[in-house]
C-alpha cells in the first residue's frame, strides 16, 4: 500500500454541522456565503408542477452585521456554524484597542480586539467607570467577538 497522508484536523467538534432547509428557524444560525450568519427572516415558496419548494434565507453576519441572502430547495442540507457563548471577567482594556479577560481557570487571555461597535463603546465606558464586568464572548468557525458586556453583581 502506498504510504497516504492524512490531513488531520483540530481536535473537538468541527466549526459546521448540515442541518436540511426545512428544519432551520428564525433566530437560529445558518452559514451564507462562508459567513456565520443568525436567520433574521425566512420564507418558504411553493414551486411549479414538478419543483421543489424553496427557502429563502436572510441572515446578518454574526461578526460584522453584514447582511446576506441565499436560497436553496426546502429538501437540501445547508451547514449551520457551531456557535458558542462564553462570559469571561474584563480585567483590563489596553491602549491599543486589546480586552485582558479572565478565564475560568484563572488565566487571562489577551488576544481579543475591543469591537468597533457600540458594543466597544459601552465596554470602553463602563470599564472606566466600573471595574467589575463581565464580557460575553461569541465564537464560531474561527472567528471571535465581544457581542455583549454587562456589570458583574456577586
Do not use: W
Amino acid at each position: 500500500m502506498a504510504d497516504e497522508e492524512f490531513q488531520s484536523g483540530e481536535s473537538g467538534a468541527s466549526q459546521t454541522y448540515p442541518q436540511q432547509c426545512s428544519a432551520l428557524r428564525k433566530n437560529g444560525f445558518v452559514v451564507i456565503k462562508d459567513k456565520p450568519c443568525k436567520i433574521v427572516e425566512m420564507s418558504t415558496s411553493k414551486t411549479g408542477k414538478h419543483g421543489h419548494a424553496k427557502v429563502h434565507l436572510v441572515g446578518i453576519d454574526i461578526f460584522t452585521g453584514k447582511k446576506y441572502e441565499d436560497i436553496c430547495p426546502s429538501t437540501h442540507n445547508m451547514n449551520v456554524p457551531n456557535v458558542n457563548r462564553k462570559e469571561y471577567q474584563v480585567i483590563d482594556v489596553t491602549d491599543d484597542g486589546f480586552v485582558s479577560l479572565m478565564l475560568d481557570s484563572g488565566d487571562t487571555r489577551d488576544d481579543l480586539k475591543v469591537p468597533d461597535s457600540d458594543v466597544g463603546k459601552e465596554l470602553k465606558e463602563k470599564f472606566s467607570n466600573d471595574s467589575n464586568l463581565l464580557a460575553t464572548v461569541l465564537s464560531a468557525m474561527g472567528e471571535e467577538v465581544i457581542v455583549s458586556v454587562k456589570t458583574n453583581e456577586k
